[in-house]
T-cell receptor, first 112, second 112 residues
Framework: NAGVTQTPKFRVLKTGQSMTLLCAQD?????MYWYRQDPGMGLRLIHY???????AKGEVPDGYNVSRLKKQNFLLGLESAAPSQTSVYFC???????????FGPGTRLTVL | GNSVTQMEGPVTLSEEAFLTINCTYT??????LFWYVQYPGEGLQLLLK?????DKGSNKGFEATYRKETTSFHLEKGSVQVSDSAVYFC???????????FGAGTQVVVTP
């Protein structure tokens, strides 16, 4: 997975609880992304970052926050989880300017 | 807006059969096009890409040609193996930040 790790692998939350998903890379890549994968909908971009200290909204940012305090880490936060956020979350990194993204193994989140 | 449409699955084939997965897109501008593959329980992997009209991407026996006139990027493989069983995603990007727009995915099942 091109040196992309995600923590945790699985998590079950109750509605209203909060949590943070961690994406870490052992490469020195500038661009990092968070996607969610839902059946029949492919992957949708939540937030992305083009460098340390920068973040930007993607297609479905509502209910999520992100931070990129260190170049190697990209955190995705859910402040008050909702059942609609039940999904599989993937982090990706991009090497250089060729638009080729490499994905982590995913985090499966269930919100009850 | 921009979008990617893929044929619905599952597509079930016998080993050594010919595989085609249709992908068409709508985009304002000239996107780069990608095929990603997701094996069970894993993240996505880049399979091939094309960045301009008439480009052909190829990898591991798979091919796809960027057809601007029909706004298509169909994936083909001449002789599939059981190990090709996976979900295949067509995607596009229009900017240098690499924000990917995915199709819904097509599951392919290859039987011995």
């Amino acid at each position: 997975n091109a040196g992309v790790t995600q923590t945790p692998k699985f998590r079950v939350l109750k509605t209203g609880q909060s949590m943070t998903l961690l994406c870490a890379q052992d490469m020195n890549h500038e661009y990092m992304y968070w996607y969610r994968q839902d059946p029949g909908m492919g992957l949708r971009l939540i937030h992305y970052s083009v460098g340390e200290g920068t973040t930007a909204k993607g297609e479905v940012p509502d209910g999520y926050n992100v931070s990129r305090l260190k170049k190697q880490n990209f955190l995705l936060g859910l402040e008050s989880a909702a059942p609609s956020q039940t999904s599989v979350y993937f982090c990706a990194i991009q090497r250089g300017g060729n638009n080729e993204q490499f994905f982590g193994p995913g985090t499966r989140l269930t919100v009850l | 807006g921009n979008s990617v449409t893929q044929m619905e699955g599952p597509v079930t084939l016998s080993e050594e059969a010919f595989l085609t997965i249709n992908c068409t897109y709508t985009a304002t501008g000239y996107p780069s096009l990608f095929w990603y593959v997701q094996y069970p329980g894993e993240g996505l992997q880049l399979l091939l890409k094309a960045t301009k009209a008439d480009d052909k991407g190829s990898n591991k026996g798979f091919e796809a040609t960027y057809r601007k006139e029909t706004t298509s990027f169909h994936l083909e493989k001449g002789s599939v193996q059981v190990s090709d069983s996976a979900v295949y995603f067509c995607a596009l990007t229009l900017d240098s930040w690499g924000k990917l727009q995915f199709g819904a995915g097509t599951q392919v099942v290859v039987t011995p």
